[in-house]
């Protein structure tokens, strides 16, 4: 079923390409497929946000914006469902990857019969690529299909300032040498991404596949210090009102209809770990802004100026490829598709959770790990490498 249902998705792409022997058939399309990761929809400029993501925002200006388009709730089945075209039961990952639960739809891995898209465009003359994060177990990439990979596999985010986690596939490829403090993985992931396409320039006779698989805006938050510092005092007005600022935004650009009304603050996720933490109101739903106290909104609106720096990064990266392709002469010849795999992260309350490095993330932990309120210098190391790894709550995944 899988190989039919690609063949039926390439076919579809020939049909732009010619369909009888006597005409001369139009270039084959270069193909982009970039990824981002729990990122929300309204976190974009093109959909009513206050980031700046310029490139992105051009893509969708020169291209198709979707409204209706639906992913998984989680990283795995999404990103199943996109390599092989499958739902992602009949791909073998119901949820998350491993282990087997002894029945298909929950294998754990891509079934050995689920062709991936990398396979079914390396069979037809096109050189496949991947960078950034995998994340539907083994096998690998390059045992599914892609030429080059560069990235991590088993994990759904690593610590973006430690270059260790990331590997070159296949094994024994030379790796890029980052001097001490220069590494940061939104730009590795990208500087691999532009080494693959030089690459491509070597058989310029074959199309080429990109996928571009970022771990931004996954947990851990993490983004460089002049990324951060665009966003320290935007969001100190609160999570109540940047819903208002972007619903505006979103009814004046078109993307919802203009009768919508703000909807009421989400539920929080895990009660019993908003109690734990002592966090206020009715310990059901995500609590109003302005009865926070002064110590704890700061702390929130610094988690959410990291995450605005690391989109916005993100960002400035799609950039450098796009104007990779533009100086080649490549991009009009270029299908470009923009998604994430699925939307912002809510765990496991308002206030986030945290660990103190990542070995204690691959440590484990239940739901809920311990929130720490950061104060004074503690507060401004969040999101650099001598800081925790931290996520943003729910209060701002509802914004």
């Known amino acids: 079923m899988s190989r039919n249902i690609l063949f039926l998705f390439f076919s579809s ?33 093109c959909y009513g946000s206050e980031i700046q993501t310029p490139n992105i925002d051009g893509l969708a200006d020169n291209g198709v914006r979707f409204t209706q388009f639906y992913n998984s709730a989680r990283c795995c089945p999404s990103r199943a469902s996109l390599l092989t075209g499958l739902f992602p039961h009949q791909a073998g990952i119901g949820s998350f990857v ?13 079934t050995p019969n689920a062709v ?36 991590f596999l088993d994990d759904y985010g690593v610590d973006g300032w430690e270059p260790k986690w990331m590997q070159r596939y296949p094994e024994g490829r030379k790796e890029r040498e980052y001097k001490e403090g220069e590494f940061f ?149 270029t299908l470009i598709l923009f998604m994430s795999d699925n939307g912002a992260c809510a765990e496991w309350d308002p206030f986030g959770f945290e660990y103190p490095d990542y070995n204690a993330r691959v440590a484990g932990g239940t739901p809920g790990h311990p929130n720490v309120l950061h104060t004074g210098d503690s507060l401004e190391l969040l999101g650099g490498p001598d800081g925790p790894l931290f996520s943003f709550g729910s209060g701002w995944a509802n914004a």
């Open 13 to 45: 792409l020939c049909l732009l390409w010619g369909c009888t022997p006597n005409e001369q058939q139009p270039e084959k399309p270069n193909i982009l497929i970039i990824l981002a990761d729990d990122l929300g929809y309204s976190d974009l400029g």
């Open 98 to 110: 491993g282990p087997d639960r002894g029945v298909p739809g929950y294998a754990g891995k891509l």
């Open 116 to 151: 991936t898209l990398a396979e079914v465009l390396k069979e037809n003359g096109y050189r496949t690529f991947g960078s950034g994060k995998w994340h539907v177990n083994h096998p690998g990439p390059t045992e599914r299909g892609f030429e080059e990979y560069y990235g």
């Open 185 to 333: 993985a939104t730009d590795a992931i990208t500087d691999y991404a532009l080494d693959f396409l030089k690459l491509a320039e070597d058989t310029p006779e074959q199309p080429w596949f990109l996928y571009l698989s970022y771990q931004a805006v996954h947990f851990p938050l993490q983004a460089p210090n002049e990324d951060i510092q665009k966003y320290k005092d935007t969001y100190q007005v609160g999570w109540d009102m940047i819903r208002k600022q972007r619903l505006e935004r979103m009814k004046k650009i078109g993307v919802i209809p203009k009768d919508i009304v703000l909807s009421e603050r989400s539920d929080i996720p895990i009660p019993s770990v908003a109690e734990r933490n002592k966090v206020p109101g009715d310990g059901l739903h995500n609590p109003p802004w302005d009865i926070l106290e002064s110590d704890r909104q700061a702390d929130l609106a610094r988690r959410m100026a990291v995450y605005a720096g690391m989109l916005d990064n993100m960002d400035q990266n799609i950039g450098r490829v796009i104007q990779y392709l533009r100086d080649q002469g490549d991009l009009d010849n």
